[in-house]
């Protein structure tokens, strides 16, 4: 089934990607949060201690719900394209 992503709130979404983020780390032993942190704190040219998906709304202020969700779709689909290796072991 597919859910339209306009029929989904932001918290949802956010939920939805550290889980599935984090079912693909178990799987592959790896810290992809902690990887894609590292990597988006680059990206920003900012050095946060927190997760990546915990900085979107703060770095991003006044966006709204529909905008903040497109961010993480795009920012998650961003590093995996810009890191066509990281599945690998390091």
């Known amino acids: 089934m597919i859910i339209p992503i306009s ?10 990607i550290i889980g599935y983020i984090d079912g693909i780390s178990l799987a ?5 949060v902690k990887d894609i942190t590292v990597w988006f704190n680059k990206k920003i040219n ?20 529909e905008e903040l969700k497109d961010l ?4 998650t689909a961003q590093y995996f394209l810009e890191n066509p290796d990281w599945h690998q072991s390091e």
């Open 46 to 65: 900012q050095q946060y201690s927190i997760s990546w998906i915990d900085i979107v709304p703060s770095y991003y202020k006044g966006k709204s719900d």
């Open 72 to 75: 993480l779709l795009d920012i």
């Open 28 to 32: 592959l032993g790896k810290e992809l």
């Open 7 to 16: 029929s989904i709130d932001y918290l949802a979404l956010k939920i939805y």
